[in-house]
């Protein structure tokens, strides 16, 4: 059975008479077409591979005929690949955010929502990998051939960019493309509150599926990682952090601020600490369970700082906690 696409109509200035614009829409023409078939529901098989690859040379194909066509300068051919790569990223946007839509649809405040939100997004992103790194296989032959056959139209200086760039970096803009969208309007905080929904419960002592929070802990990680020189402190991890992290530590806060209402009942103070204890041994578990180990020691402090009363702090040096 053939795989359901995704479609985008066709580019509405496909016969424009300038140069660049002319280039660009041929060769989208054919990468589009590229992409819905990768983006399809179903997987790829070899006779879709072949079919690729065939459109693949197509692109090189219209890039030989502009050659003979007209004066193929390094500004045309910077600005036909300049255009493809802004055609890719509003396609890109596009497709991921119809993914999403689906999150929306399965928010509620049960954990059964919880789950199949995570889950949900969890299989997504690890399908949106694979078809990604099929789309950069496919373009990583045309970026080869415009590099050694385009070259000699390069000016020295523009020549060593293209030698330390590709053209059509579908890698990176499908992966930050994902980030944009996922942080648009409340994207995020949907997935995020329904992991911490299922966080809460695991707390009250329910058991949860603590894959699903490990599967979205590293793709937010991974996001980081493709972002590492260009995030705001240079760091993997940063991503997660603003993203994830601050919210985590938020709401524990707020979670073990109402449960110290309780333990302050205890009138006994080792009793008290001994509840503690278990929170903190908790805590540090659930660190190894799903969450990045950077994570361990701003969590501890959230919870000293709101499980340890005043009076209990030489306490808590006794128990060396």
């Known amino acids: 059975m053939e795989s359901k696409l995704f479609s985008l109509p066709a580019s509405e200035d496909l016969f424009s008479q300038n140069p660049v614009g002319m280039g660009a829409s041929r060769i989208w023409e054919k990468i589009r077409l590229i992409m819905d078939r990768i983006y399809s529901e179903n997987p790829m098989d070899n006779r879709h591979f072949q079919i690729l690859e065939d459109r693949v040379e197509d692109c090189f194909g219209i890039m030989l005929e502009l050659k003979e066509a007209i004066n193929l300068t390094p500004e045309i051919v910077f600005g036909i690949f300049n255009t493809i790569n802004e055609r890719l990223k509003s396609y890109l946007n596009i497709y991921i955010t119809h993914l999403f839509e689906t999150f929306h649809e399965?928010?509620?405040e049960d954990l059964i929502s919880?789950?199949?939100?995570?889950?949900?997004?969890?299989?997504?992103?690890?399908?949106?990998?694979?078809?990604?790194?099929?789309?950069?296989?496919?373009?990583?032959?045309?970026?080869?051939?415009?590099?050694?056959?385009?070259?000699?139209?390069?000016?020295?200086?523009?020549?060593?960019?293209?030698?330390?760039?590709?053209?059509?970096?579908?890698?990176?803009?499908?992966?930050?493309?994902?980030?944009?969208?996922?942080?648009?309007?409340?994207?995020?905080?949907?997935?995020?509150?329904?992991?911490?929904?299922?966080?809460?419960?695991?707390?009250?002592?329910?058991?949860?599926?603590?894959?699903?929070?490990?599967?979205?802990?590293?793709?937010?990680?991974?996001?980081?990682?493709l972002y590492k020189n260009n995030s705001d402190d240079g760091s993997v991890l940063y991503f997660y952090v603003e993203a994830f992290e601050k919210l985590f530590l938020e709401d524990t806060m707020h979670y073990y601020r109402r449960e110290v209402n309780f333990l302050s009942s205890i009138n006994c103070e080792i009793d008290y600490w001994t509840r503690a204890q278990q929170r903190f041994a908790q805590e540090r578990a659930r660190v190894k369970l799903y969450l990045h180990e950077s994570t361990e020691k701003k969590l501890i402090t959230v919870c000293e700082n709101e499980l340890t009363p005043k009076y209990l702090e030489d306490l808590m040096s006794a128990f060396k906690l």
């Open 106 to 108: 399965l928010a509620g």
């Open 114 to 225: 919880s789950h199949n939100i995570l889950s949900s997004y969890n299989s997504k992103w690890e399908a949106y990998k694979q078809k990604s790194r099929e789309l950069y296989d496919a373009f990583e032959r045309v970026n080869n051939l415009l590099m050694y056959k385009f070259g000699d139209h390069l000016w020295t200086q523009e020549a060593s960019q293209l030698h330390n760039t590709s053209f059509i970096d579908v890698f990176k803009l499908s992966f930050v493309t994902w980030r944009n969208v996922l942080l648009a309007g409340d994207n995020n905080l949907i997935i995020v509150t329904a992991a911490l929904q299922l966080i809460e419960a695991e707390r009250d002592g329910f058991k949860i599926n603590t894959s699903l929070l490990s599967g979205l802990v590293h793709s937010y990680i991974e996001l980081g990682e």
